[in-house]
């Protein structure tokens, strides 16, 4: 496994409009056939506070290569770029250790005019 923090203060543009870019980015990942499976991506960012942290992981490099080689890729990589005044810092990382137990990720808040049919409903049926 390939693991990567990248890092970077948002300073271009709206806020929604690039939690859209990167859901939008997210989406396409995941309906990726060729990478089903093979790359997890988070984006959190600080409370209160324009620093954002994107946490990527990789199965292998094929995997990193097949994603660097997608348009989808390289318009979200210029994108971000121009979001932060161009100061992206992307560090691979070493897992040290870790629990056995990792949570599932919470479902993410809706985007702006976007609903979440059918989410609520789960435990209830």
């Not at 496994?1 to 203060?9: C, E, G």
């Not at 479902?107 to 609520?120: H, I, M």
Request: aromatic share 10%; net charge neutral.
């Amino acid at each position: 496994m390939k693991h990567f923090l990248i890092k970077y203060r948002f300073t271009n543009g709206t806020e929604t409009e690039w939690h859209q870019a990167i859901a939008r980015f997210i989406s396409a990942l995941d309906d990726d056939p060729d990478l089903k499976g093979k790359i997890s991506y988070r984006c959190m960012k600080m409370r209160d506070n324009p620093d954002y942290y994107h946490l990527a992981t990789a199965t292998d490099d094929q995997a990193i290569k097949v994603l660097q080689q997608r348009e989808y890729f390289k318009r979200y990589t210029e994108t971000t770029k121009h979001v932060a005044a161009g100061d992206v810092v992307v560090s691979p990382l070493e897992i040290i250790a870790e629990s056995a137990h990792r949570p599932p990720p919470p479902y993410p808040p809706p985007l702006a005019g976007e609903g979440r049919e059918g989410v609520e409903d789960v435990g209830r049926r």
